[in-house]
């Protein structure tokens, strides 16, 4: 079945690093996929999407690019903050339902 | 805003009770979805509704899991026999068509079993 593999964290960077979480995808047929985020006692917020190959999804200074041939869609910033510190998960939707698949998530923390 | 609310945000409960969450969706969103969530993990899709039809239910929704959405508005999920391992973030999540079908998140309501 439809699945989705991102790297475990926790990511920890200094304020101003580069920062990438990768994000790999196994589906069958062409899914979207997404970017959502956790913070600290909040609900799952959308933070960036992609609906089909070679689409660029960005937001609040992130990106990731929908990578048919290498089935990925790694989310990149070039300049963190210790504000974005959260819970990032990797997911992607399909058939008829649209219902999400997600990665197991990966803790980011930025330290000033 | 009215964004997606769910009913009771905690819930603590000992096993073998019974147990019932409410989400109210966006309310021009036609499709409703419920996830769980456990510790360290990513969410899991349990049901999805389009409208008042309950069109998709995962293997994870034992026969103790029921979930409806009369009229096609609010959804309850309700757990019987409570156990153990139904400790977890009950997530709903709304979306449409008009909506780009983004699908937004309510808050969760965290369920306990003692």
């Known amino acids: 079945g439809d699945s989705v593999t991102q790297m475990e964290g926790p990511v920890t960077l200094s304020e101003e690093a580069f920062l990438t979480i990768n994000c790999t995808y196994t589906?069958?047929?062409?899914?979207?996929l997404f970017w959502y985020v956790q913070y600290p006692g909040e609900g799952l917020q959308l933070l960036l999407k992609?609906?089909?190959?070679?689409d660029k999804g960005s937001n609040k200074g992130f990106e990731a690019t929908y990578r048919k041939e290498t089935t990925s869609f790694h989310l990149e910033k070039g300049s963190v903050q210790v504000s974005d510190s959260a819970v990032y998960f990797c997911a992607l939707s399909g058939g008829n339902t649209d219902k999400l698949i997600f990665g197991t998530g990966t803790r980011l923390q930025v330290f000033p | 805003d009215t964004g997606v609310s769910q009913n009771p945000r905690h819930k603590i409960t000992k096993r073998g009770q019974n147990v019932t969450f409410r989400c109210d969706p966006i309310s021009e969103h036609n499709r409703l979805y419920w996830y769980r969530q456990t510790l360290g993990q990513g969410p899991e899709f349990l049901t999805y509704f389009q409208n008042e039809a309950q069109l998709e239910k995962s293997r994870l929704l034992s026969d103790r899991f029921s979930a409806e959405r009369p009229k096609g508005s609010f959804s309850t999920l309700e757990i019987q026999r409570t156990e153990q391992g139904d400790s977890a973030m009950y997530l709903c999540?709304?979306?449409?068509?008009?909506?780009?079908?983004?699908?937004?998140f309510g808050p969760g309501t965290r369920l306990t079993v003692t």
């Open positions: 999540a709304s979306s449409s068509r008009t909506s780009g079908d983004e699908q937004y």
């Open positions: 589906a069958t047929g062409y899914p979207s």
């Open positions: 992609a609906t089909k190959a070679d």
